[in-house]
């Protein structure tokens, strides 16, 4: 059969939108097939009345002015059309913790941020620039690694980043304590932990850090016209470029022979030949469903079964009929927990029944002030599950344990941010695993790709995405599942990482 | 170096986990077992239950209820479908229907309690469909369909339900015709104990004779304990033991509590006449909620129709599916109607520009949306993403539309 493109990217997600766009871009013919009659995976954003909530976007990381973070010289490069946001605060973060809580609201600035813990925390000043000052290594080590595309040369990498490299092996928990920074100080500084899916005790120092010091330095930024307008900015690139765009399109079987790509069917029966395929559905699914069996290589069957499936999420959208002013809502994005031990709380997030007293909220007003009109604000919550907690819900409970969490949701904030929004609520959407099954597919509704413990963190996930990983001859990956964890900053680099490294395999016919 | 950080907690770290990385990560994946990767789990099976793309169902039965009737939709086994999926109480489905008329999808309430649609067996939905002066699918459903014909519809869908944390505890509903379907599921539910509030349904009819499900709704109320009342408002016919007139602020006041939501469902007309009276007895934003209006008509009534175009037939090109149509569009047509009478299958459910599923991309050309019923997201307006069912063309156009690709085994 003729071959009509030169790459297939399954999935329209943060991820595949970037691979395809990445691909065009450099002149390939690429055929992008979505299930859905919508792109952006995760990204998007819902109208309800007179509100249009943000569905998952919270910050993105990396950014910057023109010319500056990675994301943003990654998506400018592109060329898309985005009005961004940046934010002048980092996050508002409160523990509810009888003895040990706080409420407090840290700025963007290493500098600021630093004066900020020493008012909260009265002597942490030394400690806390040092940290900084430490972090600062660790954004240049990272930028470094990049820009050799994760093949630096190894004698220079000793030279230049030893100490990066050893801290890059201690989980974030650890470091923090043998840097002497307070306890309250740590604990105020470990707030974002929920960004990466898993607690501070088992996340590298490193990545962790980098992703802080990055949000402190770029600013957290976000798009005007929610991420629905990066996902139709991207998408309206890879038209642009040439690239074929399909909706409602469901890949029923990824062909593989010999292990060897040969092309993709759909469910009508159409078959598309091509030898490279670029897929934003996460490996285990495809290889799970899609895939003969026959040909699904030991080591992915491996690779899947020691892998444990990030979280999934529960996400409340409210629209009030009151602003975030007379309301008192205060910050943009709020962590809010009974502890600060975020190991204790990553263990909560296992069932529903101990989940009530963590989730994070974010009130897109504080960030876009007329968000939604006037005398009105919107908030949205994101409650973690870190298990399988929809495991015993039926069709008869499920919309009583929905409004259940809710109930307990809006008990605790109204607790724990001490306003009051009860009798404000005009527009009320929620978003459960099984709503996340529906739309993105993955097993357990989870939205956080694969949960990252330090065997299967971020750096050693890249330095295998070349070659360790593809085991597939012209079937590679790219998402939130992907090397670069979870997030849509994230999702991005893998995309482009992926096409890179598929360009790649095309120029040496590996 | 050109970095000033203290190196003491860090030089006693050693090296070799780092160098060591890949080859660790590779020995945990050895260690792990070879058998093929969980896939499923309940939250994936409770997605497919809940929201099923499309339902095979045939017509178990019919009840004529003179200008209207109900059909019973059981899931049809043969084609795949075993069970129907639950719903909220006011929830709709769409109905896909291929005849002379045109090739469309049409939502229909669902009528039945949603107790009926659990369990393995005898699980069902009602549907009824009254009678539309200018509706050529319900003519088509009154007139031709028959028991044992099948039907494809779509999972439960739609907004209109009750939500504990937004509506009072009691809701006053105005229905009109055939609008009163969703609140007797709603009622039903009530009964069932799946539903907890209090329901005043202030029922607008023409005539006493023509009141639609009168007897079934007579006794959901009987059932339910007090909670559940239905006031008769008769609008061309004075008797007594019924409200006469309109569905006025007066008349709701009368059979209001001090707290309550109101709920709208019925004919066009009706929801601009419920917004006046809710306004008049002062009720908030958040304490209105309406059912979707369908097909939008008169565009040309609005002030901010654009001008010279009323009466004119335009030419649009449908890009769908790697082919390209080329159809006449009467000014007075929606895009999606346009696209129906030429019998192209684009997607639809709601009619009414809200739920998105008919999303396509303008290519080129003009449109005019209404802004009632103008449900794009801010970045839909800024890279020309359009809703064909609320959109009219106001010129030549052009649209890509993705028609749905269904299973096939």
Avoid at chain 2, 36 to 62: G, W
């Amino acid at each position: 059969m003729k071959k009509e493109y030169d790459v297939i990217v399954v999935g329209a997600g943060n991820g595949g939108l970037a691979a395809a766009a990445w691909m065009a871009k450099e002149g390939k013919r690429v055929l992008l097939l979505e299930k859905h009659n919508i792109p952006g995976g995760c990204a998007g954003s819902i109208v309800r009345g007179r509100f249009e909530f943000e569905l998952t976007l919270h910050e993105l990381c990396q950014m910057g002015p023109k010319g500056t973070g990675e994301v943003r010289k990654l998506l400018d490069e592109l060329g898309t059309d985005v009005e961004w946001v940046a934010m002048d605060e980092a996050f508002h973060t409160i523990n509810t913790h009888p003895t040990h809580g706080f409420d407090v609201e840290m700025p963007i600035g290493s500098k600021a941020f630093v004066d900020e813990m020493e008012k909260e925390v009265p002597g942490s000043r030394p400690a806390m620039e040092n940290l900084m000052e430490l972090n600062r290594m660790i954004a240049d080590a990272i930028e470094w690694l990049a820009s050799y595309q994760n093949d630096p040369p190894k004698a220079q990498m000793l030279v230049k980043w030893s100490d990066f490299m050893k801290m890059a092996a201690v989980p974030a928990d650890e470091m923090l304590k043998k840097l002497g920074l307070p306890d309250k100080a740590r604990e105020i500084y470990e707030s974002y932990w929920d960004y990466l899916s898993v607690d501070c005790t088992r996340v590298s120092f490193v990545v962790y850090s980098f992703m802080v010091y990055t949000y402190l330095t770029r600013k957290p930024y976000i798009a005007r016209k929610r991420s629905f307008e990066i996902v139709l900015a991207l998408e309206q690139r890879i038209r642009d470029f040439g690239g074929e765009i399909r909706y409602n399109t469901k890949v029923k079987r990824i062909d593989i022979k010999n292990n060897q790509a040969k092309g993709v069917e759909l469910t009508d029966g159409t078959y598309i030949p091509c030898d490279r395929i670029i897929s934003n559905i996460m490996p285990t699914v495809a290889f799970g469903k899609m895939i003969d069996p026959k040909e699904v290589p030991v080591r992915d069957r491996k690779l899947c079964n020691a892998r444990t499936l990030g979280p999934s999420g529960f996400v409340i959208y409210l629209g009030l009929d009151a602003s975030a002013d007379e309301l008192g809502i205060r910050g943009y994005d709020t962590f809010v927990r009974e502890t600060a031990d975020t190991h204790i709380l990553f263990e909560k997030c296992k069932t529903r029944a101990s989940h009530r007293k963590i989730f994070n909220y974010s009130c897109l007003n504080r960030a876009i002030s007329d968000a939604s009109p006037e005398g009105t604000c919107m908030i949205m919550f994101l409650l973690l599950y870190t298990e399988d907690a929809f495991a015993d819900v039926t069709e008869e409970n499920y919309f009583r344990i929905k409004d259940q969490i809710v109930e307990e949701t809006i008990d605790y904030f109204e607790e724990a941010a001490k306003v009051r929004i009860r009798d404000h609520i005009e527009e009320l959407v929620t978003a459960s695993p099984v709503t996340l099954a529906r739309y993105i597919g993955t097993p357990q509704g989870n939205c956080y790709g694969y949960a990252v413990p330090m065997w299967d963190g971020m750096l050693p996930r890249t330095m295998s995405g070349e070659k360790e990983d593809y085991t597939v001859k012209g079937l590679r990956f790219c998402g939130g599942h992907g090397t670069q964890m979870d997030g849509y900053s994230q999702a991005y680099l893998s995309g482009r990482e992926v096409a890179r490294y598929t360009l790649k395999d095309m120029k040496e016919g590996r | 170096m050109k970095y000033h950080y203290k190196r003491d907690a860090i030089k006693p770290l050693p090296i070799k986990p780092f160098l060591n990385m890949v080859k660790d990560r590779n020995q945990v994946i050895e260690r792990a077992e070879a058998v093929m990767p969980r896939t499923e789990f309940n939250a994936n099976i409770l997605a497919a239950k809940l929201h099923p793309e499309i339902q095979y169902v045939r017509i178990s039965d019919i009840k004529d209820h003179g200008d209207a009737k109900t059909f019973i939709l059981v899931p049809d086994e043969k084609r795949g479908t075993r069970e129907l999926a639950y719903f909220r109480a006011g929830q709709y489905i769409s109905v896909s229907l291929d005849f002379e008329g045109g090739t469309m999808c049409k939502p229909y309430a669902i009528r039945s309690n949603p107790k009926d649609a659990l369990g393995e067996k005898n699980n069902h939905y009602m549907i009824t469909v009254k009678r539309n002066i200018t509706g050529l699918a319900s003519d088509y459903m009154l007139d031709c369909l028959k028991v044992g014909d099948e039907l494809e519809i779509s999972g439960p869908l739609g907004e209109f339900y009750y939500q504990k944390f937004r509506d009072e505890k009691h809701v006053v509903a105005l229905a009109g015709g055939s609008g009163i379907t969703p609140f007797y599921s709603m009622a039903a539910a009530i009964v069932s104990g799946i539903e907890d509030f209090d329901l005043t349904i202030l029922y607008g009819s023409r005539t006493s004779e023509g009141i639609l499900l009168k007897d079934e709704l007579e006794e959901l109320e009987r059932k339910s304990d007090g909670r559940v009342k239905v006031v008769h408002v008769l609008s061309h016919e004075e008797k007594e033991g019924y409200e006469h007139g309109f569905l006025t602020a007066e008349l709701i006041a009368k059979y209001a509590p001090e707290k309550y939501s109101l709920f709208i469902c019925g004919p066009k007309p009706l929801y601009a006449f419920g917004d006046e009276q809710a306004k008049k007895l002062g009720l908030k934003r958040k304490s209105v909620r309406k059912e979707l209006p369908g097909d939008y008509i008169n565009p040309q009534k609005n002030e901010d129709y654009p001008a010279g175009i009323e009466g004119k037939t335009f030419r649009l090109k449908v890009h769908i599916g790697g082919k390209i149509t080329e159809i006449q569009i009467r000014s007075d047509q929606t895009i999606l109607q346009a696209m129906e009478a030429s019998h192209i299958k684009a997607p639809s459910h709601c009619r009414s520009g809200e739920c998105g599923w008919c999303h396509s991309k303008l290519l080129s050309g003009n449109v005019y949306i209404p802004q009632d019923v103008d449900g794009r997201r801010m970045a839909d307006l800024k890279f020309g993403w359009i809703h064909p069912c609320a959109a009219y063309a106001a010129g030549d156009a052009a649209i890509e539309v993705y028609p749905v690709i269904k299973e096939q085994d």
